[in-house]
């Protein structure tokens, strides 16, 4: 589960014997880690999930062992976090609540009463706030509400009933005002229904009908405005569209054709502005991967493909929807690209030092190993990347450590003003016990954090005066950044402990 921010705090899922899977929140800081609440009590795990921010306040299914899977919400603290309903009070087993989605200060989500089956709910975050939207599918059969998104005041998703099967729906909250946008194949249910991705109130989707099949439509929320952008894959074969991004003002995917096999594609939201972008693997053969997310950044979409006919059996590429290049193929066992400190990280092996932390340098031309953070041949497996202000979160795992939370310092210097200086002066390099930093300006106050070489803070304080004594005897060796910041200056140095 990805760490989310809630009010300057991180919020993440972490386990420990006593409570099992629950709840947790940081700043940053060891003193400043601790249990937002036991859920379940004792080591039995809440395993919430589904974290989402709505006006500051973070709703969540978590799991008791008197309700079994509700709908909570949190404003992490501990008295703060409450159930908001028993949605289904016959058994404590509960419902599993999914797909939650804000829009104007209501949070909709998908559960199920047992009464009416799974369907559309809503909640101001209070219990006689919550109710069900409408049953969409009537009686005790579920409607399978999905892939919700927010657009144009209304929530658009997909839902099925008796009437129309898979269908694209809307609603503004209300059961009047909760009906079927466009029965896109009539009859029948579409094989594949996908993510919706919003470009200036159109949101692009891929659905599948018996003339066309699966190919890229679009939608403004209204039956006259949604149609089939193009039948990439003609007839009524699949185009298997996968991987939708949006990259300035157009949608980049993969999409499947006879001639080519599955490659990169463009699309405008028009017919004629629908074309491939490059034959990656010549031929049939299939060049991007459907699996990995691609990820914009600066007017580029980077993606992990193949190119097989030149002997790159996997590697990272970019696109700026004309043009496409290969970035690095040396790097084994990709996963998921993030964007992160104006730049791309991602896990994978270079065949030395296991799997670790990479990225893409500033220039979008090769990688790096950002630390081998389990040293030598072992790996950590840096998983669920988030980005939080100037920081990158992720758990990895070490021989030492077990698996734990982790983070990245984006940037050390941050210079405000160009004509002071930016370096501190410390000493001794190295040392083994007591170190001096020496401050450029006297009688200032500063804000004073140290770092490890993965960007862990070890040491906070404020200081006041030109000389900063620290003692470092309890450090281990290895290299330390020192920030020192006073609203004006920003200074940077390093502490080597031998």
């Known amino acids: 589960m990805r760490p989310t921010l809630l009010n300057g705090s991180i919020l993440f899922m972490a386990s420990t014997p006593q409570t099992g899977r629950e709840l947790w929140r940081t700043d940053g800081t060891i003193e400043g880690t601790e249990l937002v609440k036991d859920i379940w009590p004792g080591p039995m795990p809440s395993s919430a999930y589904a974290l989402t921010v709505v006006n500051g306040v973070l709703y969540f299914a978590a799991e008791d062992s008197l309700h079994g ?14 159930m908001i309903k028993d949605i289904n009070p016959v058994t404590n087993n509960g419902i599993y609540p999914g797909r939650i989605t804000g829009l104007d200060g209501i949070v909709y989500f998908r559960t199920s009463d047992l009464v009416t089956g799974e369907e559309l709910w809503r909640t101001d975050g209070t219990e006689v706030g919550a109710w069900l939207v409408k049953d969409i599918n009537p009686g005790p059969a579920s409607s399978s509400v999905s892939h919700l998104i927010a657009m144009n005041g209304q929530l658009l998703f997909w839902a099925e009933d008796t009437s129309n099967g898979w269908a694209l729906w809307r609603s503004d909250g209300s059961t009047d005002g909760t009906y079927v946008v466009k029965d896109i194949d009539i009859g029948n249910t579409p ?10 109130g159109i949101a692009y989707f891929y659905a599948s009908d018996t003339i066309n099949g699966g190919e890229l439509w679009r939608t403004d929320g209204t039956e006259n405005g949604t149609w089939m952008v193009k039948d990439i894959n ?29 490659e990169l594609w463009v699309s405008d939201g028009t017919e004629e502005g629908t074309s491939m972008i490059i034959d990656l693997n010549p031929g049939q053969g299939n060049g991007p991967f459907p699996l990995f997310n691609p990820v914009a950044l600066n007017e580029w979409l980077y993606f992990v493909g193949q190119d097989e006919s030149a002997g790159i059996v996997i590697g990272i590429y970019r696109t700026d929807g004309i043009n496409t290049q290969l970035v690095s193929d040396s790097i084994r066992g990709i996963s998921s690209l993030h964007v992160a400190c104006d730049g791309i990280f991602f896990e994978g092996g270079d065949g030395l030092s296991g799997w670790e932390l990479w990225r893409v340098n500033s220039a979008g031309t090769g990688i790096y190993q950002v630390a081998d953070i389990n040293p030598g041949e072992y790996s950590s497996y840096p998983s669920d990347l988030t980005s939080v202000e100037d920081r990158l979160y992720f758990s990895a795992g070490t021989n030492l450590y077990g698996t734990e939370l982790w983070y990245y310092q984006c940037s050390f210097v941050q210079i405000e ?16 016990d007591l170190v001096r930093v020496l401050l450029p300006y006297d009688g200032q106050n500063w804000d004073i954090t140290i770092s490890d070489a993965v960007g862990r803070i070890v040491h906070l304080q404020d200081h006041t005066g030109r000389i900063l004594l620290l003692d470092a005897s309890n450090w281990d060796t290895g290299s330390y950044m020192v920030l020192a910041r006073n609203g004006k200056h920003s200074l940077w140095g390093r502490i080597v402990r031998d």
């Open 191 to 200: 094989s594949v229904l996908q993510a919706f991705y919003e470009i200036e």
């Open 417 to 432: 003003d160009r004509t002071a200086p930016t370096m501190l002066s410390i000493s001794p390099v190295p040392t083994a």
């Open 69 to 82: 899977y509700e709908l909570w919400k949190s404003d992490g603290t501990e008295a703060g976090t409450t």
């Open 234 to 262: 003609p007839g009524p074969d699949d185009s298997w569209i996968a991987e939708m991004r949006v990259l300035n003002d157009v949608v980049i995917f993969s999409a499947l054709s006879p001639d080519v096999g599955r």
